[in-house]
């Protein structure tokens, strides 16, 4: 079927107005996405629920595989963002790693098990047949992005003396997963029954903390 022709308000209009229909759309994209699926979602739908017409939708969107594209990079690069310190320069201002890295873990899997990160993992890994690029897409954003920026932090920490650490990248991994790998397995399998409290995720944290601080003591 060909999409509707588009109108002056384009993909490439930055005006304000332009913006927040964009934004409209991606919102409501979202919410039929992740509550159908990417075969249950129609352009009229989306349409209907960001209030837009579904000739703007077309124009801000030529397609609904580009629109299901752009909607999986802006959720997990938001997600990203709220799991990486806002000040970077947080680590090298403290000389006791274990707060930071509690902190740390506690921000990752109050944001990476929210209900709709773990629907928008599901449908991705659903979807990797149609889409390939788009699961790399959402580990290059999500798991990678995180390893990258800790091993950064964690080479910050060894350059001082304050870990043992032969390897960043290596002991970054090793945290992201040692964190992660039990409660986020559990809830991709299980259901968001499951899903750790935040009481329950802070005691995870700390025992992540206290189990790679063990393995990496400083010299």
């Known amino acids: 079927m060909t999409a509707p022709t588009a ?12 913006l927040r229909k964009r934004a409209a759309i991606l919102d409501a ?16 739908e989306v349409a209907a629920r960001s209030g837009v017409s579904k000739q703007t939708v077309y124009a801000h969107f030529g397609s609904k595989e580009t629109l299901f594209v752009a909607l999986v990079s802006a959720m997990t690069t938001t997600a990203g963002d709220e ?4 000040d970077p320069a947080a680590a090298a201002a403290t000389d006791d790693p274990g707060p930071y890295l509690r902190e740390y873990a506690e921000r990752q899997m109050a944001v990476v098990l929210t209900p709709k990160i773990l629907a928008l993992r599901r449908l991705v890994i659903g979807e990797v047949a149609r889409f390939p690029d788009l699961a790399r ?4 954003s999500g798991p990678a992005r995180a390893i990258e920026s800790l091993a950064a932090t964690v080479q910050s920490f060894a350059d001082r003396g304050l870990l043992n650490v032969p390897d960043a990248a290596e002991a970054a991994t090793m945290f992201n997963w040692l964190v992660m790998g039990g409660p986020l397995n559990e809830v991709m399998l299980l259901g968001d029954a499951v899903r750790l409290n935040r009481a329950d995720q802070r005691r995870h944290a700390a025992e ?9 003591p400083p010299e």
Do not use: N, W
């Not at 384009?10 to 304000?16: C, E, F, G």
């Not at 897409?137 to 290059?140: G, N």
């Not at 992540?208 to 990496?216: P, S």
């Open 29 to 44: 994209a979202e919410q039929v996405f992740l509550a159908k699926g990417y075969l249950g979602t129609s352009m009229d």
């Open 208 to 216: 992540c903390v206290r189990i790679f601080l063990a393995a990496y």
């Open 7 to 18: 109108t002056s308000d384009t993909a490439d209009d930055a005006t304000p107005r332009s």
């Open 137 to 140: 897409a959402l580990y290059d």
């Open 83 to 86: 799991v990486h310190p806002s």
